[in-house]
């Protein structure tokens, strides 16, 4: 199929695909091929496969929002078949359709551009919301955890998922004022952080990190990477591949190092013992020895693709052998 522009994909006045034409060219779809587009968002990827080749096309979200959009593509798209779920259980989504192997699998991390911008999802301190952060509208809100959490609960997630070193003056400002009146809303939170932490000389706005500590934990977003890569991992036939996209330091880390993991070769523990043909080896080969970024064009039109980093895998011929470990 003849290549296409970025902007011919994306719904009007919606959501840009981030790297769409890099995660083409990784993907490389071919006629008669599957796959897993385990980010649905808007569908943006989604569509470009199909346009690409002509192949059949999962589409997963855990967001009941982004479901009905896919559902809407099923509708128009016999290829296309859209999914709600995590993709953490991708393997047993699929395997319970019939599909044991696919040939490709893009994960655009994070939250899509209608999240961000539709304020009673409560992912933005642009507007004020309630304080839901919820992808998959399941499970405690982020009021329930600034009103509940303890204030080293509270501290060790804006450290630790929000790489915020004033977490513990977030915190210690959270439990105070919620002592007076309960903290229910965007912009009541984001007040609060920015009374505490300096402006940077970035402009970055001060309640950034904090909000995205909260979202990410109450996604449990680095769990669903970690079981997301190990099931994307199961998933893929030899010479299939797997693009991720991800923003931010945390999530790149993980990709980085579970693709040098299942891509290095086995130990040779010792020279007195013989390799065993069932022991642990490589499973997948990198393609990205370093991130591809995007382009200072996509960057200007789309300034959310600036922090985006993509890497790409490549499951192995022989990586269906069963894997073991040494018996020392
Ligand atoms: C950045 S957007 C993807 C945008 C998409 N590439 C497009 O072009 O429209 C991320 C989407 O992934 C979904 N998502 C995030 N984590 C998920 C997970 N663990 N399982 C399923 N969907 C997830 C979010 O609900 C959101 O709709």
């Known amino acids: 199929m003849s290549s ?7 719904p009007p006045n919606l959501h840009f695909p981030v790297m769409l034409n890099e ?8 006629d008669e091929g599957v796959y897993v587009d385990g980010t649905f968002g808007v569908g943006g990827y989604s569509r470009a496969i199909l346009q690409q080749a002509s192949c059949t096309v999962y589409g997963i979200d855990r967001d009941p929002q982004a479901v009905k959009l896919g559902q809407a593509l099923e509708q128009k798209d016999s290829h296309f078949k859209m999914i709600h779920g995590r993709f953490s259980q991708m393997k047993e989504l699929l395997e319970a359709r019939g599909v ?14 209608p999240q961000l911008d539709q304020k009673e999802r409560g992912f933005s301190f642009r507007f004020d919301g309630p304080l839901d952060m919820r992808m998959g509208q399941e499970g405690p ?7 509940q959490y303890s204030e080293a609960q509270l501290s060790d997630i804006i450290f630790n998922y929000g790489e915020e070193r004033y977490a513990r003056r977030i915190a210690r400002a959270i439990v105070k004022t919620r002592a007076e009146e309960m903290i229910n809303t965007t912009l009541r939170l984001a007040d609060i952080v920015r009374s505490v932490v300096p402006k940077s000389r970035d402009g970055i706005d001060p309640a950034t990190r904090t909000f995205q500590g909260l ?24 010479g299939g591949r797997l693009v991720v996209v991800s923003f931010h330091s ?6 980085k190092d ?3 993991k299942k891509s290095q070769a086995p130990k040779h523990v010792s020279r007195h013992l013989p390799m065993l043909p069932t022991f642990s080896h490589s499973t997948l080969k990198v393609l990205t020895a370093k991130p591809l970024q995007a382009t200072a064009e996509e960057v200007s039109t789309n300034p959310r693709s600036r922090s985006a980093k993509l890497r790409v ?16």
């Open 250 to 255: 945390l999530e790149d880390r993980m990709v």
């Open 258 to 260: 579970f693709f040098r």
């Open 215 to 238: 979202r990410i934990y109450i996604n449990r977003e680095l769990e669903e990477l970690s079981e997301g890569l190990e099931a994307a991992e199961a998933l893929l036939a030899p």
């Open 23 to 30: 995660v083409l060219s990784s993907l490389c779809p071919h």
């Open 313 to 328: 895998a490549e499951k192995l011929e022989n990586a269906s052998q069963e894997q073991g470990e040494l018996p020392i």
């Open 100 to 113: 044991k192997m696919v040939d490709g699998i893009a994960l655009d991390l994070g939250v899509s551009s």
């Open 141 to 147: 809100t982020a009021a329930d955890v600034v009103n």
């Open 4 to 10: 296409m522009t970025l902007s011919s994909q994306s």
